[in-house]
């Protein structure tokens, strides 16, 4: 069973152009979580989605990002017109559906984002 | 909102020995869960252990364990032999318990950096 896969690994921007980033969650996965890591810091959560559903965007930037899981293919987590301060490395996690168990989060790799 | 701090920017420990990274939280829910991630190098997040809050039993997987004072909202991880894999970036974790709307995101603490000596 192949794991959370993201890509690309790696992505350099210009400030100003947009950033797509994507995730493959694990086959039977239907929660798709993002996080951003700033340099030296802990991952912060930014989204929570299901299929075709924004369930918790709580930690998204009120602008310039989105998110997306369509029924079919991965999820997208989009930047607009990217800042140096965008730079970080983004993960995305997945768990199975269902409830009421202790299911944990699988992370990808993640892609490191840098704007020049 | 739930909080977690981990006082210890870094640490080492001599190849062999045991070491403990320290981790506290806040939080109102009486039900939780709690987890211990390692980062090595590569980036890639590992989970290490779990605990339910509502378990009293320490978890153990072979030689990690946590000391869990749920009383003290304290959540220690114990390293025992340590070993030069186990050099990463250790990051604690809590998530509420799942709700129907799965309110299941992990908020991390800061992280340790853990150094192993030879």
């Known amino acids: 069973n192949a794991g959370v896969m993201q890509n690309p690994r790696h992505l350099v921007r210009r400030r100003g152009q947009e950033a797509r980033l994507r995730c493959s969650p694990m086959?039977?996965?239907?929660?798709v979580y993002w996080y951003r890591q700033l340099p030296e810091e802990g991952l912060k959560f930014m989204v929570y989605?299901?299929?075709?559903?924004?369930?918790?965007e709580s930690g998204m930037p009120k602008e310039r990002f989105s998110a997306e899981f369509p029924k079919e293919g991965p999820s997208i987590l989009r930047i607009q017109q990217v800042v140096r301060g965008d730079s970080a490395a983004y993960f995305c996690a997945s768990s199975p559906p269902g409830q009421g168990s202790t299911y944990e989060q699988y992370f990808g790799p993640g892609t490191r984002l840098t704007v020049t | 909102a739930q909080t977690v701090t981990q006082s210890q920017p870094e640490m080492s420990v001599q190849e062999a020995e045991t070491v403990t990274l320290s981790c506290t939280y806040d939080t109102s829910e009486s039900d939780y869960y709690l987890f211990w991630y390692k980062q090595p190098p590569s980036r890639q997040m590992i989970l290490v252990i779990r605990q339910e809050a509502y378990k009293q039993q320490n978890a153990t997987e072979n030689r990690f364990s946590v000391n869990f004072q749920k009383a003290a909202k304290s959540f220690s991880l114990k390293i025992s032999d340590s070993q030069l894999g186990d050099a990463a970036m250790y990051f604690c974790a809590y998530r509420s318990p799942i709700s129907n709307f799965g309110n299941e995101k992990l908020t991390f603490g800061t992280g340790t950096r853990l150094t192993i000596i030879p």
């Open positions: 086959k039977g996965h239907s929660h």
């Open positions: 989605l299901q299929k075709e559903n924004i369930i918790d």
